[in-house]
């Protein structure tokens, strides 16, 4: 009976492995758009991997794997967003010489603007715009209501121009 049961843990093993590692570039993808921070996506990817690894007997529909793992990542993501935001913010004043700003600078207004969102608002943008997902996919990503999804990516888009606003006022107040 026992071996039984050891060679159908072996068997769900051989076949979450694979399932696992043909979505660590994705998930890199998805996890560097929501933390905008390259190495800590991958930090990210490597914890979701290894919960995904130790979870991998809830995994019952291997057909569901990329919802399955997206979800565990998302978790993982939102876990680093709180743990930043309850660390003191500490960031360097970047004046653009005599008022140029290039893509660069437009792309970390962006991610300073990112930042200001609460952590379910950067996994609902990152989610729509970084992933492309549809309003059903990213409900079933996240186990969350469609409508909430909607109200979620409503209200972040708003704060995000707000703090889009507020980063080029602040820009313009150290010009």
Known sequence: MLAVAVRGQ????????????????SAHRLATWILQDPSAAEDAVQQAALQAWERRGSLRD????????????????????????????????????????????NMDELSRAIARLTPDEQIVLALRFGRDLTVPQIAAETGIPEGT??????????????ALQAERRAAEGYL
Request: charged letters at 30%; hydrophobic letters at 45%.
């Open 10 to 25: 072996a068997q769900i093993d051989e076949a979450v492995r694979p399932l696992i590692l043909a979505r660590v570039e």
């Open 62 to 105: 291997p057909a569901v794997v990329d919802a399955w793992f997206n979800r565990i990542l998302v978790n993982v993501c939102k876990d680093e967003l709180r743990r930043r935001a309850r660390r003191p913010a500490v960031g360097a004043i970047d004046v653009a010489v005599g008022g140029h700003q290039d893509r660069s600078a």
């Open 149 to 162: 999804v909607k109200s979620r990516i409503h209200h972040a888009l708003a704060h995000l121009r707000s």
